[in-house]
């Protein structure tokens, strides 16, 4: 019997939702366990039939019909008594629309079985007590444009493996103790984890989502989950979790055709079809799916405790034409190609979630030149905290991929990014996107053979570092793995067994630890003042150099770089005179370069591209050197 009595809605939960203005709709809509039995509730407005099918009654769709509300939400409810924790149901929905009968999984699932079963799990999320509470008081200053972030990019499903136990992935749990632990030695400020929302595919690494609000049972259950996020703050790590607002698998028990209709995509594939990623676009210009996305937002940030969220495929939201040829979009009312409801989802999903959380990031994956993307919504922007700054990631590999011997003519490449490296908040990303479908790993982009692979992949890090922007880089980078990343197999740790591999990953230890302990590689990330050009048209040495400055004059760090291929007895202008030594050299032995120590230096007074102060030093080949006052 289904008591149809109790709800979960109250006509302000009822007015906000067709308002398209309620944003804790998990706590309304979906599988709610009370007392004896499950509150159920689904929005299927084109259904003329709906029943909640599962263990406990066989997956009879006769037995337990839910009834639709009376006030035209478009929601089916009702109280099934005797359902338990651990069992596991779908939705069946019929539409006269096309006669098809569809066992739906729960849009608002807490928990989903193990893939490639498909159903929901009854689930409660409330028992975990998190241990955070320092954590969480503390991280506005940690997760700002002030503070030194550094991002280690991760998938859960291959970062290790139990190869002895059939290959088999970690668990939250595993996985929270041994990254963790990781993290902190080698000195990272954040993790970002590759989407752990719940999907089907494996092989989509998370990114074709299904339950997005179940993480995914491939590594646990939601309470390990929490404690893998208590664990990270525990060490005083910040979590960001990959999200997919942008698309949405096909797969039939999934928010395709919920209801018969296009209730979350449009119906016109020229807006509701992703040609690229072969996935359903949502529609954001109706309430009830935006309310569904930022609902999705404010769960993870208030139930998992998680500190940022990086936004998926930002640009193919923003514009209608993106992956698509002439005459396969529809312009918008102004015939212009962007997408103004996206846009308005945007801002208001950042307006929200900013508003709702303290210490939070939001960052947007974007590659093209739309303007205030890190902007706030009431200077026009769109509101996001961060955004991940491409164009810098395309032509600093561009640079790096070509001989030494040709440098000098891609010298733009490295000066052009200056240009523009403060019109947003960036994060510089070498992410997984490049190192997967062909595209080689980090190291084997790099010219030359073995050794000056690895002097210019150091060098590669070395500049990063130092270039304004906070930084990302994937997993497997930081020891130099030959392979692409795969995800079905865990990274290549043996190669730390290798000098020239171990060195790679002291060099991203040290760097990171410089990093977040020197204020002027970090306080300005963001603004020009952080920043000024020493010598930056020497194309035919391919040297460039450059000052990192914070508030204090006495913490500047001076950054010389030489990418060519051979020694140079190089003049470097300094902005004052005095002792100099060096903190960082990428070609010091530890790091697998020759180098046996760092160096000091009194300043001349000689005058040096326009300074009054310089020095004369010897410059490894392809090497980044750092000095700071002494």
């Not at 809605?9 to 398209?20: A, N, Q, V």
């Not at 890190?374 to 509101?383: M, N």
Request: aromatic content about 16%.
């Amino acid at each position: 019997m289904v008591d149809y009595s109790f709800s979960l809605f109250t006509d302000y939960d009822i007015y906000l939702f067709k308002e398209g203005t309620h944003y804790r709709l998990f706590e309304k809509l979906g599988c709610h366990l009370i007392e004896d039995g499950a509150y159920f509730a689904v929005w299927a407005p084109n259904a003329v039939y709906v029943s909640v099918v599962g263990d406990f009654n066989n997956y009879d769709p006769k037995a337990h019909p839910l009834k639709k509300r009376k006030d035209f939400s478009g929601i089916w409810e009702g109280f099934i008594k005797g359902v338990k924790k651990g069992q596991t149901y779908k939705y069946f929905i019929y539409s006269d629309i096309d006669k098809r009968k569809r066992y739906k999984a729960d849009p608002f699932a807490f928990f989903s079985e193990k893939p490639p079963k498909s159903a929901s799990v009854v689930w409660d999320i409330e028992n975990y007590k998190f241990n955070d509470d320092k954590w969480m008081r503390e991280r506005a200053s940690k997760n700002n444009i002030n503070a030194p972030i550094s991002i280690y990019e991760v998938h859960l499903g291959s970062w290790r493996r139990k190869v002895e136990e059939n290959n088999r992935f970690l668990t939250y749990t595993e996985a929270a103790e041994e990254l963790a632990n990781y993290l902190v030695e080698m000195n990272y400020t954040h993790v970002e984890i590759l989407p752990i929302m719940e999907h089907p595919f494996d092989g989509s690494w998370g990114y074709q989502v299904l339950g997005y609000f179940a993480p995914t049972s491939r590594y646990g259950k939601p309470e390990e989950f929490m404690q893998f996020v208590d664990i990270m703050h525990h060490t005083g790590i910040g979590v960001i979790l990959d999200w997919v607002p942008s698309h949405f698998v096909l797969d039939d028990h999934g928010l395709a055709k919920f209801d018969g209709t296009c209730l979350y995509e449009h119906e016109d594939p020229r807006k509701g079809y992703h040609p690229q990623w072969n996935s359903a676009i949502f529609n954001y210009g109706r309430n009830e799916v935006k309310e569904f996305l930022i609902s999705n937002a404010v769960f993870w940030l208030e139930k998992y405790h998680i500190d940022g969220l990086r936004v998926d495929g930002v640009a193919s939201m923003i514009y209608l034409d993106f992956a698509r040829k002439p005459g396969e979009w529809i312009p918008n009312q102004y015939g212009g190609r962007e997408n103004l409801e996206a846009i308005e989802f945007l801002k208001e999903l950042n307006k929200t979630v900013y508003g709702m959380f303290d210490g939070i990031m939001t960052i947007a994956e974007e590659s093209s030149a739309f303007p205030k993307i890190s902007w706030p919504v009431y200077s026009g922007g769109l509101g996001f905290g961060f955004k991940w700054n491409m164009g810098w990631m395309h032509d600093t590999l561009d640079y790096f991929k070509s001989d030494p011997i040709y440098r000098q003519y891609n010298h733009n490449k490295l000066t052009f990014s200056i240009w523009y490296a403060f019109s947003e908040n960036f994060i510089l990303p070498l992410s997984h996107d490049e190192v997967v479908h062909m595209k080689g790993s980090l190291i084997n982009k790099m010219p030359g053979d073995y050794d000056t692979k690895f002097a210019n992949l150091r060098a590669l890090f070395g500049y990063m570092m130092a270039h304004p922007g906070k930084k990302l880089l994937f997993s497997g980078g930081e020891f130099a793995q030959f392979r692409e990343w795969n995800y079905a197999e865990s990274l290549d740790w043996h190669l730390l067994d290798f000098p020239k591999h171990k060195g790679v990953q002291t060099l991203i230890k040290e760097l990171n630890k410089i990093y977040k302990t020197k204020r002027a590689l970090y306080l300005y990330d963001s603004k020009p003042e952080g920043f000024e050009w020493l010598d930056v048209n020497n194309h035919s040495q391919n040297i460039i150099a450059f000052l990192r400055k914070s508030d204090r004059i006495d913490e500047t760090i001076v950054v010389v770089c030489n990418f060519s291929g051979i020694e140079q007895r190089y003049r470097l202008a300094l902005p004052f005179g005095g002792m100099w030594h060096e903190i960082f050299n990428s070609q010091l032995e530890k790091y697998g370069g020759f180098v046996k120590e760092l160096k000091g230096f009194e300043a001349e007074n000689i005058p040096c591209y326009g300074r009054e102060f310089s020095i004369e030093i010897n410059l490894p080949p392809l090497s980044v050197v750092y000095l700071e006052p002494f």
